[in-house]
């Protein structure tokens, strides 16, 4: 897993959530700002162009360079805390990559993430996809399972997870200012963390 894996990485994420940027807002029109597939649409085009402008030399600079783009450029609570993960994974990211690595880093980047948010598994926030995510790769590392399936397996967990908070009542967030309302309807950071880790198994060869 090289520096143009992980570029490669941020290319698809952009072009999914380019993508789904009508679906993401649907999503968080029902509960939340309305404006969080914009949000993210705009920032990792942004990012792009800082891989772009200043090609980063490792995987671990690719992640921070990311981390702080969306900081700087994405509304809302997003750009923070999607730029937390990317950020503690790439102080976290030892070269050359494994997937022992990246799982530990990416754990890493979690915790970060559910420090920030203070949110936990089951509150309805993107951590609901993160989570799985992040465990089903520590357990591919465990299982001595090949790359490519261990990627392919997280995205399925995230995907699984941001389906799981539609029955939620959200905990955190402006969607908990709803109670029971907010009951019913997918997590929009939720369903765009399961959009980035179905970017990052699709990039994986």
Known sequence: MDTDVFVAWFEEAARLVHHDRDRLTQLDAAI????????LDRGLTEVRKALAE?????????????????????????GPLYGSVFRQMGKSLESPVTLAGFSAAFEAGVVA??????????????????????????????????VKEAF?????????????????QARKGRASYLGERSIGHEDPGAASAALFMAALASVIV
Do not use: C, Q
């Open 54 to 78: 200043s090609p980063p030399g490792t995987p671990g600079e690719v992640l921070a360079a990311a981390g702080a783009t969306l900081i700087r450029r994405v509304g809302g609570a997003s």
């Open 152 to 168: 392919e397996r997280a995205a399925k967990a995230a995907e699984e997870g941001a389906k799981a908070t539609i029955p939620m």
């Open 32 to 39: 939340g700002d309305a404006d969080h597939g914009t949000n």
């Open 113 to 146: 993430l559910e420090r920030l948010g203070k949110a936990a598994l089951g509150d309805k926030t993107m951590v609901d996809a993160l989570v799985p995510a992040s465990r089903a790769l520590a357990l591919a590392v465990r299982d001595g399972i090949g």
